[in-house]
């Protein structure tokens, strides 16, 4: 039973374009919500978090936007770069109630930027 | 500063050998966790180290899997007598906040 969901597992955007990649989560008892994004061989690197006390959050060309009553979110990249290109994993975790913050991924969407 | 380290980077294996992959945390992060990615899927939860609490090890897929941690250092993984299944990348990531820092992992195949 999946929790985290990326339902699609590929999008292509021309460059300078917005990206949107979605993700769904079916545990209410998440409340932190991060993306990484992932070049081959290397480790995620940490992107963009919201808490779900929030429904936006900004860091330059990054947005994370939260809608709780529907379980999902969305990260907007604007405007798109071919070094953008990579797999991005949305994650989450209930970390209320004294939790060890572990992470659940979703598949992840891997993401090509075209110039 | 330094990121989480992981090492090998790579290790081929023969079915039912045991292996060992170690982990470097940040320094200064109490908090580390293992994970695995097989081929296709997301980053699936193994186990977490906090201080000198007990671990938490819900996510370990069977006994032939362990880890231990020395203090808020290093963390070592061990998979006995290894199954192709458990070919996978694992890795491993350290907190400080809220944030988990990931080392590039370790690419295991198992023959």
């Known amino acids: 039973d999946q929790q985290v969901k990326q339902n699609s597992p590929s999008l292509s955007v021309q460059e300078g374009r917005i990206s949107i990649l979605n993700c769904d989560y079916t545990?209410?008892?998440?409340?932190?919500f991060l993306w990484y994004k992932k070049y081959p061989a290397e480790g995620p690197t940490f992107l963009i978090s919201i808490s779900s006390i929030k429904d936006k959050n900004e860091d330059g060309r990054f947005t994370v936007f939260l809608n709780k009553s529907a379980k999902h979110l969305s990260l907007h990249i604007v405007p798109s770069q071919p070094g953008d290109s990579a797999v991005y994993f949305c994650a989450a975790s209930a970390n209320s109630g004294g939790s060890n913050y572990k992470l659940t991924f979703g598949k992840g969407t891997l993401l090509t930027v075209n110039p | 500063g330094a990121g989480v380290s992981q090492s090998p980077s790579n290790k081929v294996t023969e079915k039912g050998k045991d292996v060992e992959l170690r982990c470097d945390p940040i320094s200064g992060h109490t908090a580390l966790y293992w994970y695995r990615q097989r081929l296709g899927q997301g980053l699936e939860f193994l186990i977490y180290f906090q201080g000198n609490s007990a671990p938490d090890k819900s996510g370990l897929p069977s006994d032939r899997f362990s880890a231990e941690r020395t203090g808020e250092s290093v963390s070592t993984l061990t998979i006995q007598r290894t199954q192709q299944e458990d070919s996978a990348v694992y890795l491993c990531a350290s907190r400080g906040a809220l944030e988990q820092y990931f080392g590039p992992g370790t690419r295991l195949t198992v023959t």
């Open positions: 545990n209410s008892m998440f409340d932190y």
